[in-house]
């Protein structure tokens, strides 16, 4: 028989980088959850993603046990890394604050497939210029 389902609780934890402390403590301790394991866990799976921002999203059980599933890092994250950059424009369609290739768009593209919600490379590309255009990244 499958298990009831208490909540969802979504997340983004820097990769290997889980801690008690907020957000994830208090987000998991409402629950019950092991805290402790739960970073142990998170950690031992994300060692390849260290620094990176890693959203997960963990599946409370109604016996407080729990699993949880790791995502791509967010494509405003995979953009600013790409272009070089600490933040986005805070005016994005007047001030611009680098650039990035088409062929950068397509590598990102590439990693964000498994979490978006299309097949097609080329809807995907879309996608993330969207977000590069939104963070006033210049598409060369």
Do not use: H, W
Not at 33 to 40: D, H, K, V, Y
Not at 67 to 85: G, H, M, Q, R, Y
Not at 107 to 122: H, Q, S, V, Y
């Amino acid at each position: 028989m499958a298990k009831k389902i208490l909540t969802k609780i979504k997340l983004q934890i820097a990769g290997k980088q889980a801690t008690p402390a907020p957000p994830t403590g208090p987000a998991l301790g409402q629950y019950g959850l092991n805290i402790s394991e739960f970073c142990n866990r998170f950690n031992e799976a994300t060692k390849d993603k260290a620094g990176e921002i890693v959203p997960v999203e963990i599946t409370v059980y109604e016996d407080r046990t729990y699993d949880f599933i790791t995502k791509t890092a967010p494509t405003s994250e995979l953009l600013k890394k790409a272009a070089n950059l600490k933040k986005g424009s805070s005016k994005p369609l007047s001030e611009k604050v680098g650039t990035i290739t088409n062929e950068q768009i397509k590598e990102i593209a590439k990693i964000k497939m498994p979490d978006l919600n299309t097949e097609n490379i080329e809807a995907a590309i879309k996608s993330i210029q969207g977000t590069a255009k939104q963070m006033g990244l210049e598409i060369k």
